[in-house]
């Protein structure tokens, strides 16, 4: 069973310029969620998707946002990139609406000059 | 307001010890809880869980422990091995509500 699928791997970008990351759940998993992790701050919740509903979203700016398709896939999207944004997202996927045995995909690493 | 947090941020043992992270959270609603294993360059991965009507659960090589009246949370590694280094994160969870991370605690096993 394949796992978590997140791409791209990596990228860079520059301030102002906007990115698209994608997420491929577990085969069968309804939920997604998205963390951003950094040095500093650790793994901050992002958003959370359930069968293509935000269930909840996390303390971040509305140049964070993100939508899930009938697929389960999930993207989100960062608009007018900072030099704060550079950090590993993460996706999530859970085949439970509890996020019990939530598991991780590889995450992309994000880098804002 | 809700935290979950680790005491120690690095743990360092010996090859064959048996190591044990903490970790205290302070939301007693919460229902669930997960450790997390994080090798550089990787996504966590999932460990093992506990519900919290639960005291104890173990499967290959770890434990975890769930003491409710000081809201504390452990994981045992028997027989530490070099693979074992990582940085080990707890996470609490409530009903229909997200993941809660801890700030994570380094391990680092010598040969």
């Known amino acids: 069973k394949a796992g978590v699928t997140q791409t791209p791997r990596y990228l860079i970008k520059t301030r102002g310029q906007q990115v698209t990351l994608s997420c491929s759940p577990i085969s069968g998993h309804r939920s997604v969620s998205w963390y951003q992790q950094t040095p500093g701050q650790g793994l901050q919740f992002l958003f959370e998707?359930?069968?293509?509903?935000?269930?909840n979203k996390g303390n971040f700016p509305g140049r964070f946002s993100g939508r899930q398709f009938s697929n389960s896939r999930s993207e989100m999207n960062v608009s007018t990139l900072e030099l704060g944004d550079s950090a590993l997202y993460l996706c999530a996927s859970s085949s439970t609406e509890w996020n019990t045995e939530a598991f991780f995909g590889q995450g992309t690493r994000l880098t804002v000059v | 307001g809700e935290s979950v947090g680790l005491h120690l941020p690095t743990l360092s043992v010996q090859e064959g010890d048996n190591s044990i992270i903490n970790c205290a959270y302070s939301?007693?609603?919460?229902?669930?809880f997960i450790w997390y294993k994080q090798e550089s360059g990787k996504g966590p991965q999932f460990i093992i869980d506990i519900r919290s009507n639960m005291d104890k659960r173990q499967g290959q090589r770890v434990t975890v422990l769930l003491n409710k009246t000081v809201k504390h949370l452990s994981l045992q590694i028997a027989a530490t091995q070099p693979g074992d280094s990582a940085v080990y994160f707890c996470?609490?969870?409530?009903?229909?509500?997200?993941?809660?991370f801890g700030k994570g605690t380094m391990l680092l096993v010598s040969p």
């Open positions: 996470a609490e969870n409530r009903r229909y509500s997200t993941l809660t």
């Open positions: 998707y359930f069968s293509e509903t935000q269930r």
């Open positions: 939301n007693s609603a919460s229902d669930y």
